[in-house]
């Protein structure tokens, strides 16, 4: 079974950075898309950002300009760069890789913890 497993999360001020990495291991597919998601208390998960096999890259609006998603075109590993951190930005942030093949499956991470203090 395939395992996402995610790091990098952490305490920081507002304005800083924070770096997030995604491995995946087990029994790794070649995903089409990998990416990250986040849930707030009292929210529901929402994208963050996403890069496909071929390397095309998606974001929220509300992080555009400020988070940077790499990685090897959606194969095997994803990272995200977030600068400008601000406390909205606070919220447990999970890795997602999805393989499509006839319908779409989605394997998740068990989440990061990122905290934002004003």
């Known amino acids: 079974q395939v395992q996402l497993v995610e790091s990098g999360g952490g305490l920081v001020q507002a304005g800083g950075s924070l770096r997030l990495s995604c491995v995946a291991s087990g029994s790794i597919p070649s995903f089409n898309a990998m990416g990250w998601y986040r849930q707030a208390p009292g929210n529901q998960r929402e994208l963050v950002a996403t890069i496909t096999s071929g390397g095309r890259t998606s974001y929220a609006s509300s992080v555009k300009g400020r988070f940077t998603v790499s990685g090897d075109n959606a194969k095997t590993t994803v990272t995200l760069q977030m600068n400008s951190l601000k406390p909205e930005d606070t919220a447990v942030y999970y890795c997602?890789?999805?393989?499509?093949?006839?319908?779409?499956?989605?394997?998740w991470g068990k989440g990061t913890l990122v905290t934002i203090s004003s």
């Open positions: 997602n890789a999805r393989l499509t093949s006839g319908y779409a499956i989605n394997y």
